[in-house]
């Protein structure tokens, strides 16, 4: 290609604008840590059984506007997908938070609290989505402290 031709496209920029900032309360005990995929990561120092409890944050950029009842079914399929069973939901002003059990194949059941908040902004919506991930045998532990970290979230578009 022709560099007289070419234009550039940036991210940040004019039709690619930045991601939305994101923010957790992150009590004593927990450390940051970074997981293809995710835009920010914290888990536990301790683990259990071999597996530290984690939280993730992603975000999917969709074009358009999407709904949020659109954006939840695309969160319950993929639970559907991995063979989980929803325990509980609820929706606020801010977003859907929503309880789940899976099955791991080394560590056996997994529970895992989901926070999705949508922004919209310029044309496209971004899917911000929390999963806390602990095993069934740490609930005791640290299971309020992932709903505490989960349910912390704060979004914005940049």
Known sequence: MSTAAARR???????????PSVSLDVPEGWESFVWAGAVLGVKHRVS???????????IERWPGEISDDDAEQVLRQRIQAARGKELDSSRDAEGLSLGAEQRHPQ???ML????????????MTDAITVIGTFTKLQQDGVGEEIRGIVDSLRASAS
């Open 48 to 58: 259990t059984g071999g597996f530290a409890p984690n939280v993730l944050v992603t």
């Open 9 to 19: 496209l940036s991210m940040p920029g004019e039709e690619f604008p930045s991601l």
């Open 112 to 123: 895992v609290r989901y926070r999705q908040q949508i922004v919209r902004h310029r044309g």
């Open 107 to 109: 560590h056996g059941t």
